[in-house]
């Protein structure tokens, strides 16, 4: 007797495709009773599942597509020219297909499905240069470590355009006020200022947030589709955290100048106030964006409910970027090239509290947002 029993993590990887709502069909060569016996041993094929033998396949591509449009249906027998048709079908239903093989006859329907997936270790040349994706083990499980990575990407960078908007409107708040007084309100932030919190306090959050990883439910239910700014990106970057953000850092540029002595109807005080006063401006808006980099670490959850320290990396780069916004504030030198100096205790009072404000302001819209979902629910 001979036995290829199949893999022991096929079957845990089968239910994690179908938990991702991944439909799954067997098509191979291989004799019907053969391919049934090992995909009823998987998980794959199911009470009432059907099998069907490759010459029994509807000439009608319409057909066809109807036959096989069936969550572990089973196709023997099955020669090269079977495999494209079964990959043009499924498509022609309107499915993402992902197809596997490792022969030359494999080449076609590899090339044909939008995803081509080719062993890499039993496989041939041609059919790895016909595929999309190489599989260097042969495992099925790697297919399923694609998929979550494939969405936890998608989902990161989200994350990383919501930062990086609600920083853009933090940033361009200022000149609309300086621009809208006609320039009789000082300018808050300058250039430099806006260069400094860009490269040297953004740029490392906003690659910690393209490495956060894939949360637990990642791969339960279908996949997190349509465009990357979509609603709530805009709601959250244009309508919520990003104005947040700017009244913030412009409370503290008043409160500054205020501590300085200025009131409604004076003139302003001189440079070096102007400058503190700037310098509580940028501070704000450094400390506020690294709340905004934790809020922004999941659209629905609270960071408190991921774990504050379940992204270490979003730590270490937040130490670095508060070091280096420290810097640029008082070494004198650097701060006189940016405008602006060490903020007045009114000043950093603000700038602190902003953090706390920035996350609770983000809680309740996430807490707001929860409730209309579970509302919607039921009418659905």
């Known amino acids: 007797a001979l036995q290829d029993p199949p893999r022991a993590d096929v079957r845990a990887s089968i239910d994690a495709c179908r938990r991702a709502r991944i439909q799954l069909a067997m098509v191979t060569g291989d004799h019907p009773e053969t391919a049934a016996a090992i995909a009823t041993e998987v998980g794959l094929r199911r009470d009432g599942d059907p099998v069907w033998v490759g ?20 196709i023997a027998r099955v020669s090269p020219e079977d495999k494209l048709r079964i990959a043009r079908a499924l498509r022609a239903r309107g499915h993402v297909v992902a197809m596997t093989g490792d022969g030359v006859n494999d080449a076609p329907a590899l090339h044909e499905a939008d995803i081509g ?46 930062y990086h908007l609600t920083d853009n409107v933090a940033e361009l708040t200022p000149f609309v006020v300086w621009m809208l007084s006609g320039g ?24 910690a947030l393209g490495a956060e990883p ?60 102007i400058a503190a006063a700037s310098g509580a401006c940028f501070l704000t808006v450094v400390l506020a964006q690294k709340a905004n980099a934790a809020a922004c670490r999941s659209s629905t959850r ?11 990396l979003l730590l270490v780069t937040g130490v670095v970027e508060l070091a280096f916004a420290l810097a640029v504030l008082y070494i004198a030198p650097v701060a006189r090239q940016l405008d602006q100096a060490g903020p007045p205790l009114w000043g950093w009072l603000v700038a602190v509290a902003s953090m706390p404000i920035v996350l609770v302001v983000d809680g309740l819209d996430k807490r707001r947002r929860a409730r209309r979902r579970i509302q919607v629910r039921p009418a659905e």
């Open 117 to 162: 997936i080719a062993m890499g270790l039993s496989g041939t040349d041609v059919a790895r240069e016909a595929a999309d994706l190489v599989l260097l083990d042969d495992h099925f499980a790697s297919i399923v470590a694609g998929i979550e990575q494939g969405r936890a990407t998608y989902v990161n960078l989200r994350r990383f355009l919501t």
């Open 55 to 74: 010459a029994d396949l509807p000439d009608d591509d319409g057909e066809l597509g109807e036959v096989l449009d069936h969550d572990g249906i089973v």
């Open 302 to 312: 609270r960071p408190g409910q991921l774990g504050w320290t379940t992204n270490r």
């Open 184 to 207: 009789r309100f000082p300018l808050a932030l300058g250039v430099l200022q806006i260069l400094a919190i860009d490269i040297g306090t953004d740029t490392l959050s906003a690659v």
């Open 214 to 273: 894939p949360s637990d439910h990642i791969v339960e239910g279908p996949p997190v589709g349509g465009r990357l700014m979509n609603r709530t990106v805009v709601h959250r970057a244009f309508g919520l955290l990003g104005p947040t953000i700017s009244a913030l850092s412009m409370v503290a540029f008043v409160v500054s100048m205020v501590a300085a002595g200025w009131g409604p109807g004076e003139g302003w005080p001189n440079e070096r106030a």
